[in-house]
């Protein structure tokens, strides 16, 4: 996956050179920074009809950053004298399913290699390998990512997994393209590369395949069934792939040989990835068995490209190189097949020149965390970077009780997720938040896991609960003393596994709360978990369509009865809300309550802003404006939008709802979670209008940690 030069190659270059490339031409800027409060939040009584239409959806706040070199001299792992791999590329991860993240690079080199690119150095030492695999169990990315063991062949050196015949015009190499797990074998889907073309960005396949491994990638077998032969005009859609699992399905993305065609879709039961026939390909509207009939995703040019669904986002995501542009960009979609946004630039050729590949890191994807990690190459120095972005949005969670003290004022917590796994709080008083360093736990939610919070037991102080999510799927509860969290207890050892996306609540009125899961996508199921004080309940099925795939899941008791609704924001062409009512062991036939508010890109909450015990809706637009907005309850639906504040949470901050001064009206708050890690509050006057904007705390919730 190489460019490579418009020159002829001297005959007196050995065949591991054939694999040279050539410079890549980046182009574009950096972005300005995020943002932040020039002015205190204050509030304003103009008023508008509905929330703002033309927001952007949630994607890239500013341009990635490089966090550590992950191969060759100066690498985090040292891999040059660990395995003796001294100049790689690529980098494409996947979740072996066993704890671990693994890792596939194209063409490596030993210690002969001098550079710059790819195969340069003494031919005696240069020791090329077409291929190689890697393994990590490293779960904090701030500081890079650690290669913990590679497959080898004897001590201290990386072996090639995958054979290639390195005959020019005849199968010059073999480079990896995706990988994926189902079970306990591993997959990766390869491409046969024939030659490379003289136009750089350009090259020639004979086939893409499939291999597997059922020793955590030590070994590997070339299926000789699960292949795509390219034609004779090179133009089949899948020769380069990513390879994304989704319920019960693996989806295949693909893209003829080079970069700059189309991406195209095709799907598979998990059980069937080595059976060709039986894949699916995406036509517009429907699965067809001709894959010459698949339809663009994502139209050229398209490089080599990853795929993976971000909690933080709510949405999957797309990364690849946009090789005219010099740039690697992403785009989003609510579904696997789309429709896709438009491209965002995440890293541009004039910061990181040369750059190629862009391969996203699982576990940063299915995180609470709004940094998203990849690995990306540069051609110089022919090495791998773990890079990261922070992205815009906020979570898939519109926040839940926070009064831990039970003094009637919501408190703040802040989640490390992190090796540490803390959990810090500063309780209200009133006019500020107390306390900087006042640690309530030492090991709850560590990273991977969805904390919320809620009164569990019934002692009118809110606890603390984490999903883990997985297969396990387990839920715990540390319950609050007044001064600190208690050792966290299971509750539960089956709810909101995966990717579903649970909240609190009290669904029987009984006055603990309990929890619920929105397991989305098609099914778009609801099941709730009563909590008896000491554990939760059975999980029960409450509701079996609401909130399908990328629509926004929300609690609150919205006719004021003393039960908590549930409530649906589409954020998609129509930007709908909708209302499905408690009646008491099941929730009812959702209707519309709102035909206009929070579209993509904006964060919407729930909670009672008038004192009226009928729960509202509100929503932070972010952008340059900034904006909050209100719809009222009438007890069925909501009245007109809004405006209540013009300039509160700008885009990357993350804002929430509470009684932040125990006079019955929910306020506002945002953390902004940058270098500051200030938090604004502005209280309720309960009419028309968030006021009194000021800091109300100048040091907590910092960028990567769950806030609420």
């Given at each position: 996956?190489?460019?490579?030069?418009?020159?002829?190659?001297?005959?007196?270059?050995?065949?591991?050179?054939?694999?040279?490339?050539?410079?890549?031409?980046?182009?574009?800027?950096?972005?300005?920074?995020?943002?932040?409060?020039?002015?205190?939040?204050?509030?304003?009584?103009?008023?508008?009809?509905?929330?703002?239409?033309?927001?952007?959806?949630?994607?890239?706040?500013?341009?990635?950053?490089?966090?550590?070199?992950?191969?060759?001299?100066?690498?985090?792992?040292?891999?040059?004298?660990?395995?003796?791999?001294?100049?790689?590329?690529?980098?494409?991860?996947?979740?072996?399913?066993?704890?671990?993240?693994?890792?596939?690079?194209?063409?490596?080199?030993?210690?002969?290699?001098?550079?710059?690119?790819?195969?340069?150095?003494?031919?005696?030492?240069?020791?090329?390998?077409?291929?190689?695999?890697?393994?990590?169990?490293?779960?904090?990315?701030?500081?890079?990512?650690?290669?913990?063991?590679?497959?080898?062949?004897?001590?201290?050196?990386?072996?090639?997994?995958?054979?290639?015949?390195?005959?020019?015009?005849?199968?010059?190499?073999?480079?990896?393209?995706?990988?994926?797990?189902?079970?306990?074998?591993?997959?990766?889907?390869?491409?046969?590369?024939?030659?490379?073309?003289?136009?750089?960005?350009?090259?020639?396949?004979?086939?893409?395949?499939?291999?597997?491994?059922?020793?955590?990638?030590?070994?590997?077998?070339?299926?000789?069934?699960?292949?795509?032969?390219?034609?004779?005009?090179?133009?089949?859609?899948?020769?380069?792939?990513?390879?994304?699992?989704?319920?019960?399905?693996?989806?295949?993305?693909?893209?003829?040989?080079?970069?700059?065609?189309?991406?195209?879709?095709?799907?598979?039961?998990?059980?069937?990835?080595?059976?060709?026939?039986?894949?699916?390909?995406?036509?517009?509207?429907?699965?067809?068995?001709?894959?010459?009939?698949?339809?663009?995703?994502?139209?050229?040019?398209?490089?080599?490209?990853?795929?993976?669904?971000?909690?933080?986002?709510?949405?999957?995501?797309?990364?690849?190189?946009?090789?005219?542009?010099?740039?690697?960009?992403?785009?989003?979609?609510?579904?696997?097949?789309?429709?896709?946004?438009?491209?965002?630039?995440?890293?541009?050729?004039?910061?990181?020149?040369?750059?190629?590949?862009?391969?996203?890191?699982?576990?940063?994807?299915?995180?609470?965390?709004?940094?998203?990690?990849?690995?990306?190459?540069?051609?110089?120095?022919?090495?791998?970077?773990?890079?990261?972005?922070?992205?815009?949005?906020?979570?898939?969670?519109?926040?839940?009780?926070?009064?831990?003290?039970?003094?009637?004022?919501?408190?703040?917590?802040?989640?490390?997720?992190?090796?540490?796994?803390?959990?810090?709080?500063?309780?209200?008083?009133?006019?500020?938040?107390?306390?900087?360093?006042?640690?309530?736990?030492?090991?709850?939610?560590?990273?991977?896991?969805?904390?919320?919070?809620?009164?569990?037991?019934?002692?009118?102080?809110?606890?603390?609960?984490?999903?883990?999510?997985?297969?396990?799927?387990?839920?715990?509860?540390?319950?609050?003393?007044?001064?600190?969290?208690?050792?966290?207890?299971?509750?539960?050892?089956?709810?909101?596994?995966?990717?579903?996306?649970?909240?609190?609540?009290?669904?029987?009125?009984?006055?603990?709360?309990?929890?619920?899961?929105?397991?989305?996508?098609?099914?778009?199921?609801?099941?709730?978990?009563?909590?008896?004080?000491?554990?939760?309940?059975?999980?029960?099925?409450?509701?079996?369509?609401?909130?399908?795939?990328?629509?926004?899941?929300?609690?609150?008791?919205?006719?004021?009865?003393?039960?908590?609704?549930?409530?649906?924001?589409?954020?998609?062409?129509?930007?709908?809300?909708?209302?499905?009512?408690?009646?008491?062991?099941?929730?009812?036939?959702?209707?519309?309550?709102?035909?206009?508010?929070?579209?993509?890109?904006?964060?919407?909450?729930?909670?009672?802003?008038?004192?009226?015990?009928?729960?509202?809706?509100?929503?932070?637009?972010?952008?340059?404006?900034?904006?909050?907005?209100?719809?009222?309850?009438?007890?069925?639906?909501?009245?007109?939008?809004?405006?209540?504040?013009?300039?509160?949470?700008?885009?990357?901050?993350?804002?929430?709802?509470?009684?932040?001064?125990?006079?019955?009206?929910?306020?506002?708050?945002?953390?902004?979670h940058n270098d500051l890690a200030d938090v604004y509050v502005n209280l309720s006057n309960g009419t028309d209008g968030f006021v009194d904007g000021s800091k109300w705390h100048d040091f907590f919730g910092l960028a990567g940690e769950t806030s609420l």
């Amino acid at each position: 996956m190489k460019r490579r030069p418009g020159r002829l190659l001297p005959a007196a270059l050995s065949l591991a050179s054939l694999v040279i490339g050539s410079l890549f031409a980046g182009a574009g800027t950096a972005s300005a920074s995020p943002p932040g409060h020039d002015k205190a939040p204050g509030a304003t009584t103009t008023t508008r009809s509905v929330a703002t239409a033309d927001a952007e959806a949630a994607g890239v706040l500013s341009r990635a950053e490089r966090v550590a070199k992950l191969t060759g001299p100066g690498s985090t792992s040292a891999t040059d004298v660990r395995w003796q791999v001294k100049a790689t590329d690529l980098g494409v991860m996947w979740d072996n399913g066993k704890g671990e993240i693994l890792t596939a690079f194209g063409d490596s080199y030993g210690n002969g290699w001098t550079g710059p690119g790819a195969a340069v150095g003494d031919q005696a030492t240069l020791d090329w390998r077409c291929n190689l695999v890697a393994r990590s169990a490293d779960h904090n990315l701030a500081d890079g990512m650690n290669i913990d063991s590679m497959a080898t062949d004897r001590p201290g050196h990386a072996k090639q997994v995958l054979p290639c015949k390195r005959v020019d015009n005849d199968e010059l190499t073999t480079i990896p393209t995706a990988g994926i797990s189902v079970g306990d074998r591993q997959y990766m889907h390869y491409m046969s590369v024939r030659r490379w073309s003289s136009k750089g960005g350009e090259w020639f396949t004979n086939y893409s395949g499939i291999a597997y491994s059922d020793d955590n990638g030590e070994n590997w077998v070339k299926d000789a069934d699960a292949r795509w032969q390219n034609d004779a005009s090179f133009g089949n859609k899948f020769q380069m792939a990513a390879m994304l699992k989704q319920g019960g399905y693996v989806y295949l993305y693909g893209t003829r040989n080079g970069r700059f065609g189309d991406a195209f879709l095709s799907r598979v039961p998990e059980g069937q990835l080595l059976e060709p026939g039986a894949y699916r390909y995406w036509t517009g509207g429907d699965w067809v068995t001709d894959s010459y009939a698949a339809t663009p995703i994502a139209g050229a040019p398209v490089g080599e490209l990853s795929v993976q669904y971000s909690r933080y986002l709510g949405r999957f995501v797309m990364m690849y190189l946009d090789d005219p542009g010099g740039a690697i960009v992403m785009r989003t979609s609510a579904t696997p097949w789309g429709p896709w946004s438009g491209k965002q630039v995440v890293a541009s050729g004039a910061d990181y020149p040369q750059l190629y590949g862009s391969f996203i890191h699982p576990w940063s994807a299915d995180s609470n965390s709004p940094y998203l990690y990849f690995a990306m190459s540069q051609w110089q120095p022919y090495n791998v970077f773990l890079m990261r972005v922070r992205l815009t949005g906020g979570g898939m969670t519109s926040g839940s009780p926070a009064d831990f003290d039970g003094d009637l004022k919501d408190d703040i917590v802040t989640f490390t997720q992190d090796d540490r796994a803390d959990a810090y709080v500063a309780r209200s008083t009133g006019s500020g938040f107390d306390g900087r360093e006042v640690r309530w736990n030492d090991h709850f939610a560590p990273g991977g896991e969805t904390p919320l919070t809620g009164d569990f037991n019934g002692d009118d102080k809110d606890d603390a609960v984490t999903f883990t999510h997985g297969t396990n799927a387990d839920v715990y509860v540390a319950a609050s003393t007044g001064t600190s969290f208690e050792t966290g207890r299971k509750w539960h050892d089956h709810f909101a596994p995966g990717r579903e996306v649970p909240a609190v609540g009290d669904f029987d009125g009984d006055g603990l709360d309990d929890i619920i899961t929105f397991t989305r996508e098609d099914t778009a199921d609801v099941y709730v978990a009563l909590s008896d004080g000491g554990t939760f309940g059975a999980g029960l099925k409450w509701h079996d369509d609401f909130a399908p795939w990328a629509q926004f899941p929300a609690v609150g008791d919205v006719d004021g009865d003393g039960l908590d609704d549930i409530i649906a924001f589409t954020q998609d062409d129509n930007n709908e809300v909708w209302v499905a009512l408690n009646e008491g062991g099941e929730f009812g036939a959702p209707y519309k309550a709102h035909d206009h508010f929070a579209p993509e890109g904006e964060r919407p909450r729930v909670g009672d802003v008038d004192g009226d015990g009928k729960d509202d809706i509100v929503t932070f637009t972010g952008g340059e404006a900034s904006d909050v907005h209100v719809a009222l309850s009438d007890g069925a639906v909501f009245g007109a939008g809004l405006k209540w504040a013009d300039y509160f949470a700008p885009d990357g901050e993350f804002p929430y709802l509470g009684d932040y001064d125990g006079d019955g009206l929910d306020d506002i708050v945002t953390f902004t979670h940058n270098d500051l890690a200030d938090v604004y509050v502005n209280l309720s006057n309960g009419t028309d209008g968030f006021v009194d904007g000021s800091k109300w705390h100048d040091f907590f919730g910092l960028a990567g940690e769950t806030s609420l």
